[in-house]
């Protein structure tokens, strides 16, 4: 059995820091489906396989301790970061997409985290995910109509 994360374990093992305002005690939950993260979005492969997929010639990177910048926010802010143990998970920009909104994918054989200054850390399963941003659907009546990325 594991030791629950909590955000202060977290903080310490990354080297990466959250706002004063989190609680760095709280346990960090880990999901095996949907979890977002302000602007993005981690979906388990199954849920996408039949339309999302690596390129046959993708670059696969291992994920350090320290993490992998996944995106910054809009106005190049704080960093959305990948993080898991040395040897345990793998990340790939390689990716085909028809709705263009995948920044990548990545397996883990453990428990890997997605952090965040303002948002904190979220754990996620071991599997296959597919990191996309996340878009919103503009129903106001101000002249535009359709689609825009959420901005963290």
Known sequence: ????????????????????????????????????????????????????RPHPGARWQEVPAAGIELLRSAAGGNPHSLVAEPGTCRWTTGVRDPMRLALGMFETSAVAYLIHPEHGGTGIAPGRYVVRRQRERNTERTGWMGNRMIAD
Request: charged letters at 15%; zero cysteines; glycine letters at 6%.
């Open 1 to 52: 059995m594991t030791t629950p994360m909590t955000l202060a374990d977290l903080t310490t093992r990354t080297g990466l820091d959250v706002l004063d305002h989190l609680e760095r005690q709280v346990t960090i939950p880990v999901v095996d489906g949907l979890q977002a993260q302000g602007d993005l979005i981690v979906i388990p492969y199954a849920f996408l396989a039949p339309h999302v």
